[in-house]
């Protein structure tokens, strides 16, 4: 399996140890603006989708 970079943003990344402040505030954005979350979804759901395709 290789590791790929990604060419956007496509939400927070949350890896190691976690701030408890840090962790808050992303939940409070999302919670402020629950618009964020279908986009996510299509934007990752895209990505996989480009990943995946055979080569020629």
Same mark, same amino acid.
Do not use: C, T, W
């Given at each position: /399996?290789?590791? $790929? $970079?990604?060419? +956007?943003?496509? @939400? #927070?990344? %949350?890896? @190691?140890? =976690?701030?408890? *402040?840090? %962790? +808050? *505030?992303?939940? %409070?954005?999302? %919670? *402020?603006?629950?618009?964020? =979350?279908?986009? /996510?979804? *299509? =934007?990752? $759901? &895209?990505?996989? &989708?480009?990943? &995946?395709? #055979?080569?020629?």
């Amino acid at each position: /399996m290789s590791i $790929r $970079r990604a060419k +956007a943003k496509i @939400g #927070p990344q %949350l890896a @190691g140890q =976690l701030q408890p *402040e840090k %962790l +808050a *505030e992303i939940i %409070l954005d999302f %919670l *402020e603006h629950p618009k964020k =979350l279908p986009e /996510m979804s *299509e =934007l990752l $759901r &895209v990505s996989q &989708v480009n990943q &995946v395709q #055979p080569k020629s």
